[in-house]
């Protein structure tokens, strides 16, 4: 298996634009979890899903940020009007349901400018 | 609300040192504990996990932690660490039978000169 797969790795942007985020899941495992580091708040989960559903996006920082996973094998965050105090690497992670371990992507990191 | 506590935000250890990192959680019902590995550049990998059962779990790496129920802690050890072993190290709590719905700790950053 591949793993999660995150897409881009890097994203370089201006303040403003938006910005949006991918993740491929595990083939098979159907939650979702998108998560973000900073050196300031450390690992923080913005929101996870269960079967495609959101299940808890009390994460999300601000209106700005907004998650979808439209099929088992797909999710993207956005985030519209990116800040620069948005820069951070951001993970996405997947696992089964229930009480199983998470597999974490090798995260995008994103600068705004 | 559930938090993580790691006690060192960075320690320097030489090869063949013992190391442990302290992780203390705060929520007095049951909890599942992790630690993960963050090596420079990279994504977060498992280490260990304790759900139930043996309070000493056994890793990957040569790495153990012990769950001390009454202390709220899940100290992570090695007895002797390698230069490969230098990385940030996480713990990280979850309670709501979600595997994947972490609480982490601040992280501890281990150097480990040659």
């Known amino acids: 298996d591949a793993g999660v797969i995150q897409s881009p790795r890097h994203e370089v942007t201006e303040m403003g634009q938006e910005v949006t985020l991918r993740c491929k899941p595990i083939s098979g495992h159907n939650s979702l979890f998108w998560y973000r580091q900073t050196m300031m708040r450390g690992l923080e989960l913005l929101i996870y899903f269960n079967n495609n559903v959101p299940i808890d996006d009390s994460g999300m920082p601000e209106d700005r940020f907004s998650a979808k996973m439209p099929n088992a094998s797909f999710s993207t965050l956005k985030i519209q009007p990116s800040e620069p105090r948005d820069s951070a690497v951001y993970f996405c992670?997947?696992?089964?349901?229930?009480?199983?371990?998470?597999?974490f992507g090798q995260g995008t990191r994103l600068t705004v400018v | 609300a559930q938090s993580v506590s790691q006690h060192n935000h960075h320690v320097i250890l030489s090869e063949a040192a013992s190391l442990e990192l302290g992780c203390n959680y705060s929520?007095?019902?049951?909890?599942?504990l992790f630690w993960y590995v963050q090596y420079p550049g990279q994504h977060l990998q498992l280490l260990l996990k304790y759900f139930s059962g043996d309070p000493l779990v056994k890793g990957i790496k040569g790495f153990e932690a012990e769950f001390i129920k009454s202390k709220f802690s899940f100290n992570l050890r090695k007895p002797s660490v390698q230069w490969s072993d230098t990385a940030e190290y996480f713990c990280?709590?979850?309670?709501?039978?979600?595997?994947?719905?972490?609480?982490f700790g601040q992280g501890t950053e281990l150097s480990v000169k040659p």
């Open positions: 929520y007095g019902g049951t909890v599942n």
């Open positions: 990280a709590v979850n309670v709501d039978n979600q595997g994947g719905k972490l609480i």
């Open positions: 992670a997947s696992s089964l349901e229930g009480n199983t371990e998470a597999f």
